[in-house]
T-cell receptor
Framework: GQSLEQPSEVTAVEGAIVQINCTYQ??????LSWYQQHDGGAPTFLSY????GLEETGRFSSFLSRSDSYGYLLLQELQMKDSASYFC???????????????FGQGTTLQVKP | GAGVSQSPSNKVTEKGKDVELRCDPI?????LYWYRQSLGQGLEFLIY????????KSGLPSDRFSAERTGGSVSTLTIQRTQQEDSAVYLC???????????????FGEGSRLTVL
């Protein structure tokens, strides 16, 4: 089977840096994505790691290590508007390609305090 | 607009009734997904369509749930004989693929909130 684990809640202050971890147990996967969801809103895409290493997009960075079955999302210079839920998701692997099926973690609620 | 469109945005129904939820994906997106999200929970995979391939139905929770995608575009998720535990937000998403490979980026609609009384 497949499962992804994330902390349920993280709290940080404005201007700080926070790291949200995602560990996974799957039979094989193709890549790791991160999504943000504000209360009552639709999930929005943040980043995708197809390869090991760090991907940087502005204040957000994402990291993947397949050997450690581990990834994380790093948010820098936190702002109040970053308060939201963050989900990691894996694209499952089938044969030489990917199924396209994305399995999501249960999400991490980030609360940014003044 | 150019985004994923879902209807209805809200649906209240009585236990035992059938409901249909509609999704219009972004034009040109060959992949379409349905997820279910209960309050404060993660996204539960339901079904995935990719081009003309047979859909991946492995996430459908029971045979009361079905989905179809007509002409490779619009999709309808049908729930028969609704139960109270079906109450949730049903999210549709679409994505581009390149050579049959998923890009990892899904575009979500605003969801259809279903309440079963």
């Amino acid at each position: 089977g497949q499962s992804l684990e994330q902390p349920s809640e993280v709290t940080a202050v404005e201007g700080a840096i926070v790291q949200i971890n995602c560990t996974y147990q799957t039979s094989g996967f193709y890549g790791l994505s991160w999504y943000q969801q504000h209360d009552g809103g639709a999930p929005t895409f943040l980043s995708y790691n197809a390869l090991d290493g760090l991907e940087e997009t502005g204040r957000f960075s994402s990291f993947l290590s397949r050997s450690d079955s581990y990834g994380y999302l790093l948010l820098q210079e936190l702002q109040m508007k970053d308060s939201a839920s963050y989900f990691c998701a894996v694209i499952l692997l089938r044969g030489s390609g990917n199924t396209g099926k994305l399995i999501f973690g249960q999400g991490t609620t980030l609360q940014v305090k003044p | 607009g150019a985004g994923v469109s879902q209807s209805p945005s809200n649906k209240v129904t009585e236990k035992g009734k059938d409901v249909e939820l509609r999704c219009d994906p972004i034009s040109g997106h060959t992949a379409l997904y349905w997820y279910r999200q209960s309050l404060g929970q993660g996204l539960e995979f339901l079904i995935y369509f990719q081009g003309n391939s047979a859909p991946d139905k492995s996430g459908l929770p029971s045979d009361r749930f079905s989905a179809e995608r007509t002409g490779g575009s619009v999709s309808t998720l049908t729930i028969q004989r609704t139960q109270q535990e079906d109450s949730a937000v049903y999210l549709c998403a679409s994505s581009l693929t390149s050579g049959g490979m998923n890009t990892g980026e899904l575009f979500f609609g605003e969801g259809s909130r279903l309440t079963v009384l």
